[in-house]
């Protein structure tokens, strides 16, 4: 902010009326990172009934209705008995101070020293906890799906993992020209019985959303040496490795170990194994101890870690405390053109550490 001093009416005035209401009351920070993340949730749930959005912020109901209150006198909001709705000029005060709150909440430089210890293109925080709190997970996909549009070439061939993270992204994605041209290429097979979040099911969505195509591996992630030696010479194998070769963006989350294992169900000596060298993190199918080294890879069809290095861009999502010290293994020898996109909450934590 400037600290450019003006003479008006024969006084000196500080043009940052802002930094001399701090001087005078302090509280005003926390009071309006509050009122904002109010404002925030009601924009990115609305309808909700307070109830609901006290839940989504961890909030006491009397806070919730004061602060509810005080945007309904600023018309800022409508209560309705369908519940809260933001108004339009609710969304232009959110675009107006969105900058503003993340640097009073430090976030600004945080994501300065991140992107310097990491030495990647960029770090992007969300304001906020995942963890805590459902809407920090909804932002998560939006700026993704904000960063997603401003980097695709035309045409872009895009590989996606699966993860809730990575899907979180959906509802934000639209048939925008330089998306609806696109080929969403799906860069795992199965793993698991839970469908929602697989990559064959997510680049379905995405493309879906964008009106682009897509691409399927339905095979199993974990394939046995026989298995592999089997498979990796079919037509339509060769085709999907080629594809990896070509991507332009890569869409990624990255597990913690165990997690990943359990999720996998890998054997108990298995996750013995990952335990015994130390593993920490997981990204693409290879397992990373704390020193970002790998320490275990799974036999997969799936894109390899030099296809990945080698796309013009790298999108990684990824947010949790739980996750904080597989973010900080799998950067050490990350691609240098990541993009990566978390929480407040985890970016203090990795600081910490």
């Keep these: 902010m ?58 006491t109901e ?13 018309q800022l909001i409508l209560i309705q008995k369908k519940g809260m709705i933001c108004t339009p000029k609710g969304y232009e005060v959110i675009e107006q101070l969105y900058e503003l709150y993340r640097e009073l909440s430090g976030i600004v430089a945080m994501e300065q020293q991140l992107t310097n210890i990491f030495g990647i293109a960029r770090v992007i925080i969300v304001p906020g ?23 695709a070439p035309a045409k872009a061939k895009i590989a996606v993992t699966g993860g809730s993270s990575v899907a979180s992204m959906k509802e934000y994605l639209s048939d925008v020209p330089v998306l609806s041209d696109a080929n969403f290429i799906a860069a795992r097979g199965g793993m698991g019985d839970e469908m929602t979040f697989q990559a064959n099911t997510i680049v379905s969505k995405f493309s879906k959303r964008c009106g682009a195509t897509y691409r399927t591996l339905f095979l199993p992630e974990h394939l046995s040496e026989h298995a592999y030696e089997a498979m990796k010479d ?33 054997s108990q000596q298995e996750q013995q194994i990952l335990e015994e060298k130390g593993a920490v993190a997981e990204a693409f199918g290879y397992y990373f101890n704390a020193d970002g080294d790998i ?12 296809q990945v290095n080698k796309a013009q861009h790298v999108l990684a999502i990824a947010a949790g405390r739980n996750k904080a010290a597989a973010i900080q293994a799998y950067f050490k020898n990350a691609a240098p053109q990541t993009i990566l996109i978390t929480d407040e909450q985890t970016a203090r934590t990795i600081l910490k550490n």
């Excluded at 209401?21 to 749930?45: G, H, N, W």
């Excluded at 999907?240 to 169900?265: F, N, P, S, W």
């Excluded at 275990?296 to 799936?302: K, P």
Aim: hydrophobic residues 40%; aromatic residues 6%; charged residues 25%.
């Design 234 to 266: 079919e037509p339509i194998i060769r085709e999907m490795i080629t594809l990896y070769e070509q991507v332009d963006i890569v869409i990624h989350g990255i597990g913690a170990a165990q997690e990943m294992a359990l999720r996998r169900k890998s």
């Design 62 to 74: 009397r806070d919730i209705r004061n602060e509810t209150t005080v945007l309904s006198e600023q």
């Design 295 to 306: 320490v275990h890879h799974l036999r997969t069809i799936g894109i390899q870690r030099h």
């Design 129 to 151: 906890d995942a963890e805590q709190d459902e809407t920090v997970k909804q932002q998560l996909g939006k700026v993704a799906a904000q960063v997603l549009q401003q980097i």
């Design 2 to 59: 400037s600290n450019k001093i003006n003479q008006v009416g024969g006084f000196l005035t500080d043009i940052s009326f802002f930094a001399a209401e701090r001087k005078l009351m302090p509280e005003i920070d926390a009071l309006f990172q509050k009122r904002f993340r109010v404002l925030q949730a009601i924009a990115t749930f609305s309808p909700i009934g307070r109830r609901a959005l006290g839940e989504q912020l961890q909030m």
